[in-house]
């Protein structure tokens, strides 16, 4: 099936899509956010987002806000992307199931 062959392994991870989705829609975000939102632990993210760091999905930046130091997360180009395929192939799966409407 085409659509299998078509999923990325790195974005078949919850945490890992969930982070792309997020940033997506909102740019960027912070660690602490990205954690809330995703109900995840200091340790599962930060794998999870330093995997999709070292295939360059994600860029990250350190400042401070609030005195506080603070990691900040966007996609790059080459993870919209990645994610945009994913999500083609996903959609095609769906469509290939018979239960989209």
Request: hydrophobic content about 40%.
């Amino acid at each position: 099936m085409k659509a299998l062959s078509a999923l990325d392994p790195l974005l078949e991870h919850r945490i890992r899509l969930g982070a792309c989705v997020l940033l997506t829609r909102h740019g960027e975000l912070t660690f602490a956010r990205l954690k809330a939102l995703l109900q995840a632990t200091d340790g599962n993210l930060g794998a999870q987002l330093r995997k999709l760091e070292e295939r360059a999905y994600l860029q990250s930046r350190k400042d401070f806000v609030e005195r506080k130091p603070t990691t900040w997360y966007q996609l790059t180009p080459d993870g919209r992307s990645a994610l945009n395929a994913h999500m083609a192939a996903l959609r095609d799966l769906i469509d290939a199931s018979g239960s989209a409407q």
